[in-house]
């Protein structure tokens, strides 16, 4: 059985970049030559892209964690490492993308292969041929990539359909989904048969283009505030172009009825601005007579309402042709409406940043700092080059962290320890 996911949270993080090589030029008259040490390849894109293709977010029940590969390291004769492949997610078309710390929306997905940068790739860091200067002509130090993004983003799916079949629970959505469509929808006779929307396309009656219509589960009274199953699908009706509103005839109260689901449309977005068909179902129950006064009934109460009745009964075609060419008729008429897309402008927590933060903490005589820049830097500086050591006091320092051990009441001789790598503090750190 297929099921159907509507909502989820999933985790993603970009390359790294590549670290920089530290290399030098290696020939036959000059085995020590220049600086050859190439830059390190950027670390992978993360895009989400929307596709037709999938119609729930099932597929993310399965695997929340994604990772685009790193940027591979530079190499010697100024060789630049090789860029991480960017990593593509596929999402249903209709997603809308946040961010779960910030809460801001990102991308909201409703065209196919609409495409959003959610995690850029970190940048490479330059080898020693890079960081030549004209005063410091062969550099003994090269720099670390720079760190991916990590962030944890919010899925959710509200159905992309043209039409939404909306009715109290019963009501004969699913039947009459199955007549206009080729999907098969479970069905039964009592209430909340339908526990995911089910979607169709109604093909059109001389070719060309057909239209999407959606069974949104059955709403009741309070839905809107949580109550039932409608709090999880009237998301579902916010981007329908028309609704048919099924109401059972066979009822007593028939307005009632109509009016409860109109309440939780309003209470929600003031779906209830949306344009209504009004079908009174299972006519097949009474005379002809009878359902003919019922729906004169309705109509005068919902006068800016097409109102007429129906039965999807096997065998019966009461109102099903009738309802097909006023729906294709609406569907012209709004053909032009423009579909709502969205990418912000400006996605900043998608782009890496350069940060130096870190923590020192002590045991005895030993102050072990962690940062992710401070453990990258010292994992490509050459320990047994004195220069290359230089460098790293150096941009330890403009970082703060010889400051910062100081304050902590380090003195020459005790440890400090920084990506696993053990060193000595003494006065040439301060």
Same mark, same amino acid.
């Given at each position: 059985?297929?099921?159907?996911?509507?909502?989820?949270?999933?985790?993603?993080?970009?390359?790294?970049?590549?670290?920089?090589?530290?290399?030098?030029?290696?020939?036959?008259?000059?085995?020590?030559?220049?600086?050859?040490?190439?830059?390190?390849?950027?670390?992978?894109?993360?895009?989400?892209?929307? @596709?037709?293709?999938?119609?729930?977010?099932?597929?993310?029940?399965?695997?929340?964690?994604?990772?685009?590969?790193?940027?591979?390291?530079?190499?010697?004769?100024?060789?630049?490492?090789?860029?991480?492949?960017?990593?593509?997610?596929?999402?249903?078309?209709?997603?809308?993308?946040?961010?779960?710390?910030?809460?801001?929306?990102?991308?909201?997905?409703?065209?196919?292969?609409?495409?959003?940068?959610?995690?850029?790739?970190?940048?490479?860091?330059?080898?020693?041929?890079?960081?030549?200067?004209?005063?410091?002509?062969?550099?003994?130090?090269?720099?670390?990539?720079?760190?991916?993004?990590?962030?944890?983003?919010?899925?959710?799916?509200?159905?992309?359909?043209?039409?939404?079949?909306?009715?109290?629970?019963?009501?004969?959505?699913?039947?009459?989904?199955?007549?206009?469509?080729?999907?098969?929808?479970?069905?039964?006779?009592?209430?909340?048969?339908?526990?995911?929307?089910?979607?169709?396309?109604?093909?059109?009656?001389?070719?060309?283009?057909?239209?999407?219509?959606?069974?949104?589960?059955?709403?009741?009274?309070?839905?809107?505030?949580?109550?039932?199953?409608?709090?999880?699908?009237?998301?579902?009706?916010?981007?329908?172009?028309?609704?048919?509103?099924?109401?059972?005839?066979?009822?007593?109260?028939?307005?009632?009825?109509?009016?409860?689901?109109?309440?939780?449309?309003?209470?929600?977005?003031?779906?209830?601005?949306?344009?209504?068909?009004?079908?009174?179902?299972?006519?097949?129950?009474?005379?002809?007579?009878?359902?003919?006064?019922?729906?004169?009934?309705?109509?005068?109460?919902?006068?800016?309402?097409?109102?007429?009745?129906?039965?999807?009964?096997?065998?019966?075609?009461?109102?099903?042709?009738?309802?097909?060419?006023?729906?294709?008729?609406?569907?012209?008429?709004?053909?032009?409406?423009?579909?709502?897309?969205?990418?912000?402008?400006?996605?900043?927590?998608?782009?890496?940043?350069?940060?130096?933060?870190? @923590?020192?903490?002590?045991?005895?005589?030993?102050?072990?700092?962690?940062?992710?820049?401070?453990?990258?830097?010292?994992?490509? @500086?050459?320990?047994?080059?004195?220069?290359?050591?230089?460098?790293?006091?150096?941009?330890?320092?403009?970082?703060?962290?010889?400051?910062?051990?100081?304050?902590?009441?380090?003195?020459?001789?005790?440890?400090?320890?920084?990506?696993?790598?053990?060193?000595?503090?003494?006065?040439?750190?301060?």
């Amino acid at each position: 059985m297929n099921k159907f996911l509507d909502e989820v949270i999933i985790d993603i993080a970009s390359g790294d970049g590549g670290n920089g090589a530290l290399a030098w030029r290696r020939e036959k008259y000059e085995p020590m030559g220049g600086p050859a040490g190439g830059n390190g390849g950027r670390g992978g894109n993360v895009y989400l892209v929307a @596709t037709r293709d999938m119609r729930t977010l099932l597929d993310f029940h399965y695997k929340t964690q994604f990772e685009a590969p790193h940027g591979q390291k530079g190499g010697s004769k100024n060789k630049t490492g090789r860029a991480g492949e960017d990593l593509i997610i596929k999402v249903p078309v209709g997603t809308v993308v946040s961010d779960v710390n910030s809460q801001k929306v990102i991308a909201d997905l409703t065209s196919q292969e609409q495409k959003v940068l959610v995690a850029q790739g970190g940048r490479g860091g330059r080898g020693n041929a890079t960081m030549a200067t004209p005063t410091h002509r062969a550099p003994h130090h090269c720099e670390p990539g720079e760190a991916g993004v990590k962030r944890t983003l919010r899925l959710v799916l509200k159905l992309i359909a043209d039409v939404g079949l909306v009715g109290l629970p019963n009501a004969g959505k699913s039947s009459l989904l199955q007549r206009l469509t080729a999907a098969k929808p479970k069905i039964a006779d009592y209430p909340f048969t339908t526990l995911s929307p089910n979607l169709g396309v109604v093909p059109a009656p001389y070719g060309g283009d057909g239209f999407v219509i959606a069974d949104i589960p059955g709403l009741i009274e309070g839905a809107a505030q949580g109550h039932g199953l409608g709090h999880k699908f009237l998301k579902h009706i916010e981007r329908n172009r028309l609704l048919v509103h099924l109401v059972d005839i066979s009822q007593e109260d028939i307005l009632g009825s109509i009016n409860i689901v109109n309440k939780e449309l309003a209470a929600w977005g003031d779906l209830k601005s949306l344009p209504q068909i009004i079908l009174l179902s299972k006519t097949d129950l009474m005379l002809d007579e009878e359902a003919d006064e019922k729906v004169e009934m309705i109509q005068k109460e919902f006068p800016d309402s097409t109102v007429f009745g129906i039965s999807c009964m096997t065998g019966s075609n009461k109102g099903l042709d009738k309802l097909k060419k006023l729906l294709f008729t609406e569907m012209e008429k709004r053909a032009s409406e423009p579909q709502h897309e969205f990418i912000a402008e400006e996605d900043e927590d998608a782009l890496p940043k350069a940060d130096s933060s870190f @923590t020192i903490t002590q045991e005895k005589n030993v102050f072990y700092v962690q940062g992710q820049r401070q453990e990258r830097l010292v994992a490509v @500086t050459h320990l047994k080059d004195p220069e290359s050591v230089q460098y790293l006091y150096t941009v330890l320092r403009k970082m703060g962290v010889i400051d910062a051990l100081i304050q902590s009441g380090i003195e020459p001789g005790d440890d400090v320890v920084i990506g696993g790598v053990p060193f000595t503090f003494g006065e040439d750190w301060s």
